[in-house]
Nanobody
């Protein structure tokens, strides 16, 4: 599976942005999808996960209520809508495919990764 993330950019605090990740090479609809991020000087952290059907979503506490993950299996695409962005959301955002419910926040349990897209939130 090849994953291509896009949509990052510069936004002011309080603003919004949507990042996307397009998958190719395998049946996308069979895979759980997630977003992780790595802020400057910090370790990679889990952001959100969506089940293969799109029916279940899960979020890190730090983004709950502000971010929304969704997927369109007809377009082989997963999205992360980010609202009320804060400077601490500045990071490279990565999409990942695979994993499972029980270890969704562990990056080492995902099989495929995109190249990342940079989101910068100015104060």
């Amino acid at each position: 599976v090849l994953l291509q993330a896009s949509g990052g950019g510069l936004v002011q605090a309080g603003g919004f942005l949507r990042v996307s990740c397009v998958a190719s090479g395998r049946t996308f609809s069979n895979l759980g999808m997630a977003w992780f991020r790595r802020a400057p000087g910090k370790e990679r952290e889990f952001v959100a996960r969506v089940s293969y059907s799109g029916g279940s979503t899960y979020y890190a506490d730090s983004v709950k209520g502000r971010f929304r993950i969704s997927r369109d299996n007809a377009k082989n695409t997963v999205y992360l809508q980010m609202n009320s962005l804060q400077p601490e959301d500045t990071a490279v955002y990565y999409c990942a495919a695979g994993g499972n419910f029980w270890t969704m926040n562990r990056g080492d349990r995902y099989d495929y990764w995109g190249q990342g897209t940079l989101v910068t939130v100015s104060s």
